[in-house]
């Protein structure tokens, strides 16, 4: 109000996807479809330039689809979305139910032996050093994340999915397999050509967005 300019309010995947058109993995591609793998799984859509938002302002929940029925709770009240699964929180809980039954593991001791200090990133890097539990919690990770993607990928037909959060921290550790999957899983043509890529923006993702908003909003009005 003060600067007599007009508020852009958004979802922050959405204004996360722009981002990565505008500056990092998306630049150059028509179709975008931008994965959040933090706190939660979201979503962006970018379609030449401008954002998909369905609707209801509501497109690019692909955290939401379920893969399996009767598997864990979501924080949306279903079960066995995505986010249940491979979230940061989901790869932790999984990560300290395998080491009740298994704890000869690294990612204990990298926890100072304490099954409720473990984190995901710790998942990560036992799996660099070669431990075989945290390497295995990345293989399924990646299973489901590679089913998910297949999905996207068959609906939408994207020319690129970018990854963000666990996925860029993990690199070719995670996303390796999970291009395999999608190339297994997803439909023909649409699975070979697209890209799974890692976002490019880091840190600066969430100041890149918000930028991106009032550009766009000004180049569009």
């Known amino acids: 109000m003060e600067l007599g300019l007009p508020v852009v309010i958004e979802n922050d995947a959405n204004a996360s996807a722009l981002a990565e058109w505008m500056y990092g993995a998306g630049r150059g591609y028509d179709y975008v479809v931008y994965m959040t793998m933090g706190t939660g799984i979201g979503g962006g859509i970018v379609v030449k330039g401008r954002l998909y938002k369905g609707t209801g302002g509501l497109a690019g929940e692909v955290g939401h689809q379920i893969l399996l029925p009767n598997g864990p709770k979501c924080e949306c009240g279903k079960r066995g979305c995505l986010e249940s699964l491979c979230s940061g929180p989901a790869i932790t809980r999984r990560a300290k139910e395998a ?3 298994d704890p000869k593991t ?7 032996g304490k099954i409720e200090n473990v984190k995901s990133e710790m998942v990560v ?28 990928v068959s609906i939408l037909n994207p020319d690129v999915i970018i990854l963000g959060t666990v996925a860029t921290a993990a690199g070719d550790l995670l996303l390796a397999p999970i291009r395999e999957n999608v190339r297994k899983l997803g439909v023909g043509e649409a699975a070979r050509r697209v890209k799974i890529l890692p976002s490019e923006l880091g840190d600066q993702i969430d100041n890149l967005a918000a930028v991106s908003l009032v550009i766009r909003r000004f180049q569009e009005s």
Request: aromatic share 8%.
């Open 99 to 101: 080491i009740k039954k």
């Open 106 to 112: 690294l990612i204990l001791r990298i926890a100072e």
């Open 125 to 152: 890097r036992a799996a660099r050093d070669g431990d075989r539990l945290a390497n295995q919690l990345i293989y399924e990770t990646a299973t489901y994340m590679g089913w998910g993607i297949a999905n996207i």
